[in-house]
């Protein structure tokens, strides 16, 4: 046996300026030797697996790889040097161009050779099967018309300023999976290491308990039928009344019978698709992470700062590099119609900027201003992903990127509650809303708010020695606060 990770394939690219690792699986004892741009590379095999390293090497393309282990050779051609991000989360990362604004006409139209991606098959368990014929499900895809249809219609936006501003191949390759908590991503000795990871495992144990494969298989034939019913029915009122209420919708199509049933085999399971999915591109060279998710965990938005970074550390380590850049996209606003805000978006929100300002070599894009009330998915998805492209200007390409204005500090005066910003804000429309001062006894309450320049001064009657200052701490707010670049100021707890 001798097969090379499928993420090996014509077409690929390769991350320049790093070490290249070249790996998959072969037969113990065997010595398996590659040559890529007139440089030879050579491993023994080691439990099943070998790894061949490479030399950085810089932007450029119509390389040629060629691997063999004395019997079996493999020859794969068109081969580009360039910058390779991995574009990780649910379902709005996962989000195809096909189903995204102007996605048609581009996928019709658009063609660039230097501009690919590969998509890891999304699988909820491993089999022998399947590894043997992975290759098969899994290569390199060039963007030509007709043939970008499934890509993350987020990170092809992103792909498309690397490519005009940067001027060097793009590779992309695509780890998502919709509805999924962050700690599907994460490795079960990691998420046993902290109280946040934990908490995730004992709520799987408590779901699942004794159930066997059987009873799972039994219980998800029988989700796909309820669910594929309710969906329906959704639809049919939808379409009758397209701004229905959530509760009045519930009301007669029934409730939502998320989520799916837990079992050993879920891909919502707590480390599952990191095993199944991430692990088969790793240690891959990748330029960045790209990173939209957090919807599935406002269930739990007090664990979310400690869930993230672990995944991140893990991810740097499972891709054998500790200063992979990972750049997030903060949620957005949403709510569906008629449904109590219950704040927890904006808890989760508040937990991605920690993580932001914690976490070295992270960026942070800030999309306040992009959800749509009643939409989870909205398909605005270049403003993402040029947000992102400009997050990852400082970060990757050493260069100036257009940030949103944030809160830089605090301090009292008189009655009020002075708030330090990184740049001036402008109001658009209506009056400044959305802020909300508390004393010691951190109890928040309404603010009227007063720009002046780059401070926000704030007041509430019920408040009178603020301590503490937010804003847009909410599921859904009217967006009407920006800089002068045009970007939303950045939602900010200050305590």
């Not at 072969?26 to 023994?44: I, Q, W």
């Not at 908490?199 to 998800?220: M, N, S």
Request: aromatic share 10%.
């Amino acid at each position: 046996m001798f097969l090379p990770a499928p993420i090996f394939s014509d077409h690929m690219i390769l991350s320049r300026r790093k070490e290249i690792r070249v790996f998959g699986m072969a037969d113990e004892g065997r010595t398996v030797t590659g040559t890529l741009n007139g440089t030879t590379a050579a491993a023994k095999v080691q439990n099943g697996r070998f790894q061949l390293l490479f030399p950085p090497m810089e932007a450029g393309t119509d390389y040629t790889l060629t691997l063999t282990d004395g019997e079996t050779s493999y020859t794969f051609t068109d081969v580009a040097i360039g910058d390779v991000f991995l574009a990780g989360g649910q379902s709005n990362m996962e989000l195809e161009l096909q189903n995204a604004d102007e996605g048609q006409e581009l996928i019709k139209t658009h063609n660039d050779p230097l501009l690919r991606s590969f998509y890891v098959p999304k699988v909820p368990t491993l089999t022998d099967e399947f590894i043997q014929n992975e290759r098969q499900h899994s290569c390199w895809e060039v963007c030509a018309p007709g043939k970008i249809k499934i890509i993350s219609a987020v990170a092809y936006f992103f792909a498309l300023k690397v490519r005009k501003e940067q001027n060097v191949p793009v590779g992309i390759i695509g780890c998502n999976w919709g509805g999924t908590s962050a700690s599907c991503w994460i490795e079960e000795s990691v998420l046993h290491q902290n109280a946040a990871g934990q908490v995730y495992l004992d709520l799987y144990k408590e779901k699942v308990g004794d159930k066997t494969e059987e009873q799972y298989d039994i219980e998800l034939a029988e989700y796909d039928k309820i669910n594929t019913e309710w969906c329906k029915r959704v639809e049919e009122v939808k379409a009758a009344t397209p701004d229905i209420a959530w509760g009045e919708l519930i009301k007669i199509a029934g409730d939502c019978p998320w989520p799916p049933p837990m079992g050993s085999k879920s891909p919502f399971r707590p480390a599952g698709l990191v095993e199944t999915m991430l692990k088969r591109v790793a240690p891959y060279n990748v330029t960045a992470f790209l990173f939209y998710q957090g919807e599935e965990d406002t269930a739990r938005p007090e664990w979310y700062e400690m869930l993230l970074g672990t995944m991140v550390l893990n991810w740097r380590k499972l891709f054998g590099d500790n200063e992979i850049p990972f750049l997030n996209v903060q949620l957005p606003v949403f709510k569906n119609h008629g449904e109590e805000d219950y704040n927890n978006w904006g808890e989760l929100r508040h937990q991605q900027w920690k993580v932001y300002r914690n976490l070295r070599n992270s960026g942070l894009a800030i999309t306040i201003d992009c959800g749509e009330l009643g939409n989870i998915h909205p398909t605005d998805k270049r403003t993402v992903g040029e947000r992102l492209y400009q997050v990852a200007l400082p970060i990757v390409y050493d260069q100036p990127g257009e940030m949103s204005v944030y809160a830089t500090g605090k301090y009292p005066q008189g009655d009020q509650l002075v708030v330090t910003l990184s740049g001036k804000v402008l109001e658009r429309g209506e009056a400044s809303a959305f802020f909300e001062l508390a004393g010691a006894d951190g109890q928040f309450v309404k603010a009227e708010a007063k720009l002046e320049g780059d401070r926000i001064l704030l007041r509430a009657d019920a408040v009178p020695h603020p301590t503490k200052a937010r804003y847009a701490h909410l599921n859904y707010v009217t967006v009407n606060l920006f800089g002068e670049n045009g970007l939303p100021l950045a939602p900010f707890v200050l305590e």
